[in-house]
């Protein structure tokens, strides 16, 4: 029996509801699968963009300790050479001190020696002034005493030739007789 078009238009419509339903369903479980999606693609970008900035953070931080070792080398290396230097001065100074100190000493030496040279040559000297003054000294009184024993041995001749000269003038005998004439009376 053919259906009749009421039937037909029932039919229609319900076939109609269930495409539109249908359709709605699937564009729905469509929504659902392109939001989950989107909330993956998120998520992975968000995994992602974390974890690059994590890798980047640890290279920062790997850079900064590696700068900071370097830093700390470099500060060791310049104090090492500060030190080096420093006491490469000392030694330095300390071998100029004793250098300066050897050659004031070497010098106090040779003043020393030269004025003991000096005293002992003025010494010498002075020796040599006293003995030959001593010697001038001897001379003169041996000069004087010779003077004085001419002068006395002179003065005794003039007195000598003087009694003579009177004697004879008196008389050979005057002197005697006049002696005689004393010790008589």
């Given at each position: 029996?053919?259906?009749?078009h009421?039937?037909?238009?029932?039919?229609?419509?319900?076939?109609t509801g269930?495409?539109k339903r249908?359709?709605?369903a699937?564009?729905?479980?469509?929504?659902?699968?392109?939001?989950?999606?989107t909330?993956?693609?998120?998520?992975?970008?968000?995994?992602?963009?974390?974890?690059?900035?994590?890798?980047?953070?640890?290279?920062t931080?790997r850079e900064?300790?590696?700068?900071?070792?370097?830093?700390?080398?470099?500060?060791?290396?310049?104090?090492?050479?500060?030190?080096?230097e420093?006491?490469?001065?000392?030694?330095?100074?300390?071998?100029?001190?004793?250098?300066?100190?050897a050659?004031?000493g070497?010098e106090?030496?040779r003043?020393?020696?030269?004025?003991?040279?000096?005293?002992?040559?003025?010494?010498?000297?002075?020796?040599?002034?006293?003995?030959?003054?001593?010697?001038?000294?001897?001379?003169e009184?041996?000069?004087?005493r010779?003077?004085?024993?001419?002068e006395?041995?002179?003065?005794?001749?003039?007195?000598?030739?003087?009694?003579?000269?009177k004697?004879?003038e008196?008389?050979?005998?005057?002197?005697?007789?006049?002696?005689?004439e004393?010790?008589?009376?």
């Open positions: 029996m053919k259906a009749s009421a039937s037909e238009k029932r039919r229609k419509r319900a076939e269930r495409e249908r359709k709605r699937e564009t729905g479980r469509e929504k659902r699968r392109k939001r989950a999606e909330g993956r693609e998120k998520r992975r970008k968000r995994a992602e963009t974390g974890r690059e900035k994590r890798r980047k953070r640890a290279e931080g900064k300790r590696r700068k900071r070792a370097e830093t700390g080398r470099e500060k060791r290396r310049k104090r090492a050479e500060t030190g080096r420093k006491r490469r001065k000392r030694a330095e100074t300390g071998r100029e001190k004793r250098r300066k100190r050659e004031t070497r106090k030496r003043k020393r020696a030269e004025t003991g040279r000096e005293k002992r040559r003025k010494r010498a000297e002075t020796g040599r002034e006293k003995r030959r003054k001593r010697a001038e000294t001897g001379r009184k041996r000069r004087k010779a003077e004085t024993g001419r006395k041995r002179r003065k005794r001749a003039e007195t000598g030739r003087e009694k003579r000269r004697r004879a008196t008389g050979t005998t005057g002197g005697h007789v006049r002696a005689e004393n010790c008589a009376s």
